[in-house]
């Protein structure tokens, strides 16, 4: 008597065989499980007490999620299995787990208050994520705004929002003040995610370096490691503060584009208005 399932067939149609996929496949995959790895192991660390190897391991975290997708497109290693579980990561590597090390280092000082701020921003980055992704399909987007994320982006605010232990590190000393500073802090940047604030991405400059900048860029980026592996703590709080000055600018850039572009649109109108008469 036939069963309710259809017979199971090892080879079947439920996929390829393990041995039939590229290993080029399974590259940004393996980051990505890595990347929560390291995010979920920060969580720990920071509850018990090993803070400053915690909050290296979300950083690492964040860095490993944000370059797994550009891994995968330089593979031609793309896949809808990939990108579901790139956004599943997203959600613990930025939204979970850099407000659970504040929480665990000093917003639980604040009682409440702490924990309101923290589940506050996991739900910002969560909505975040969401509408990037929404937005990735709209088809009525004008493609200049592809140039601007719209709010922060998921991996600058989970290094922005730990700021606070930046801070600590410092010397500033995590008491009930800095607590309740911190839980302000944090609701802010959920807010900074979830707003409608555009954030200059660099694409269409990303991908094409001239060729006079080539060696000036290296060399900074050298300057900047340098200055992040001796200096860690400042670095990362100069680091947060400069990302947050640029938001004002880069709000400044889309004003001045999208007079541009809508004057641009006028133009063409007009021709087109003109040809037609």
């Known amino acids: 008597m036939a069963g309710p399932f259809p017979p199971f ?7 390829p065989k393990l041995s039939e996929i590229p290993l080029r496949m399974l590259v940004p995959n393996v980051i990505t499980v890595l990347a929560i790895c390291a995010g979920l192991s920060g969580i720990r660390l920071a509850f018990e007490g090993r ?3 915690a909050v290296v391991m979300v950083l690492i975290a964040a860095f490993l999620d944000a370059v797994d997708g550009r891994v995968a497109r330089m593979l031609k290693a793309s896949s809808n299995f990939g990108a579901q579980m790139d956004s599943l990561a997203d959600i613990v590597n930025f939204g979970v787990a850099p407000p659970l090390v504040l929480y665990a280092y000093v917003l639980d000082q604040a009682g ?5 701020a923290a589940l506050l921003f996991a739900i910002a980055c969560c909505l975040r994520l969401a509408r990037f992704n929404v ?4 088809p009525n987007r004008p493609a200049w705004h592809t140039d601007y994320f719209v709010g ?3 991996p600058a605010g989970a290094a922005l929002v730990l700021l606070p232990v930046y801070l600590g590190f410092l010397g500033i000393a995590p008491d009930m003040t800095m607590a309740l500073a911190a839980s302000a802090y944090t609701v802010l940047i959920g807010f900074l995610l979830v707003s409608r604030l555009p954030v200059y991405s660099g694409k269409s400059s990303g991908s094409r370096v001239p060729r006079e900048y080539v060696l000036p860029l290296i060399l900074g980026l050298a300057l900047y490691v340098l200055l992040l592996t001796s ?3 400042l670095t990362l709080t ?5 990302y947050l000055i640029f938001l004002i600018f880069s709000m400044r850039a889309y004003s001045r584009r999208a007079e541009r572009e809508e004057q641009k649109a006028a133009e063409a109108a007009a021709k087109v208005e003109d040809k037609e008469a």
């Open 135 to 138: 937005m990735l399909d709209d």
């Open 231 to 233: 200096y860690t703590w």
């Open 238 to 242: 100069v680091s947060a503060g400069c």
């Open 152 to 154: 922060v982006p998921a």
């Open 112 to 116: 409440a208050l702490g924990w309101i």
């Open 51 to 53: 803070v400053e190897i």
């Open 9 to 15: 067939e090892p080879h079947g149609g439920g996929g």
